[in-house]
């Protein structure tokens, strides 16, 4: 995620990024372009099941080979490594439930402008998800809901005063159903029946829906430092926070819900310091396997990945096993 360094928060230091997924910059007629697939490293390896827990990891606490926590009947894993700024910005949660009511909520957070934003979501935004879930009849909206506890927090969070932001995404697993939501470039690939494939859509100030509706309100969108950004700052589209552009920057996720089906192997959380060097410069796909390691590995392999490719961000990659869910 990238902020300009003419941004309210002038401790921000940005990352050299590029306008678009592909890098190139050829016109103002922009068209939103699917996420591409990725290369996951598949693991299988048998993890001990936990009580309840949850876990939240923040700022530098985020850093390096951060555990794992396995509950619910599956298993999850988290790696983070701080990137070129001083602070690491990214945060992540992990709330997994008994055993026998099969929930777990996980979410990656890439902050901008600090790493406030991040660190209340984390500690936030699940509860908020929840809260709406369960007052939501049988058959009733489970997006709206969701959307609610998105907008929430961000309300909650504005009210702090504090002029930094963060891009999340979102998994709620309940049962045989997985709920998946997103602000901003986080992002989530569902690896199935050995293709990986990007399950949100990121919001940047580059698609042209998301121009548009921001013109629409009178705002604008402006190269700036080889971005397209909103007023010239903010290069994503959506998020939590950023006060300063919130009449244009919206908190409203995208939503999709899934059945779990049996081809369904893993869900890969993370932040746009691996997505955006970790795309799918080769002509076949999803065919890396690893023989040992574990899901912390494949975490650390993914990351390490990014940076062998020059990521300068802080990373963030959670994979969540879905095969534990019908063990």
């Not at 992540?92 to 777990?104: D, M």
């Not at 890969?268 to 970790?278: C, K, M, N, Y």
């Not at 990945?305 to 802080?314: E, K, T, V």
Request: glycine share 10%; with cysteine; aromatic share 4%.
């Amino acid at each position: 995620m990238s902020l300009a360094m003419n941004s309210i928060d002038t401790s921000f230091s940005p990352k050299k990024s590029s306008f678009s997924l592909n890098g190139s910059v050829n016109s103002c007629s922009l068209k939103r372009k699917r996420p591409p697939t990725i290369e996951i490293p598949r693991v299988l390896t048998e993890i001990p099941v936990d009580s309840a827990k949850k876990r939240v990891g923040s700022g530098g606490n985020c850093c390096g080979d951060d555990g794992f926590v396995c509950s619910s009947g599956f298993g999850v894993g988290v790696y983070a490594v701080k990137g070129k700024k001083k602070t690491m910005e990214d945060s992540y949660t992990i709330v997994s439930c008994p055993i026998s009511k099969k929930v777990g909520v996980f979410g990656v957070y890439d902050g901008h402008g600090g790493s406030k934003a991040a660190q209340f979501v984390a500690e936030k935004l699940h509860g908020n998800i929840k809260e709406m879930l369960d007052k939501v009849p049988e058959n009733g909206d489970k997006e709206e809901a969701v959307k609610l506890g998105y907008l929430k927090t961000d309300q909650d969070f504005l009210k702090q005063g504090v002029s930094s932001g963060a891009c999340c995404v979102t998994a709620l697993i309940e049962g045989n159903e997985l709920i998946v939501s997103n602000v901003g470039d986080c992002r989530a690939v569902l690896c199935r029946a050995g293709t990986a494939d990007a399950i949100t859509k990121d919001h940047r100030a580059s698609e042209e829906d998301e121009r548009k509706r921001i013109e629409d309100k009178g705002g604008y969108v402006e190269m700036h430092r080889g971005a397209w950004r909103v007023h010239g700052v903010l290069s994503v589209s959506r998020s939590i926070g950023d006060a300063h552009l919130k009449n244009w920057v919206l908190a409203e996720p995208d939503t999709k819900i899934l059945h779990l089906t049996s081809d369904m192997e893993y869900l890969v959380l993370a932040s746009d310091g691996l997505w955006e060097q970790v795309l799918n410069h080769q002509h076949s796909i999803d065919k890396k396997r690893l023989s040992s390691g574990g899901l912390i590995a494949a975490c650390k392999e993914l990351a390490n990945l990014a940076l062998s490719r020059g990521s300068l961000d802080d990373i963030t990659v959670m994979i969540i096993d879905l095969h534990r869910l019908k063990d």
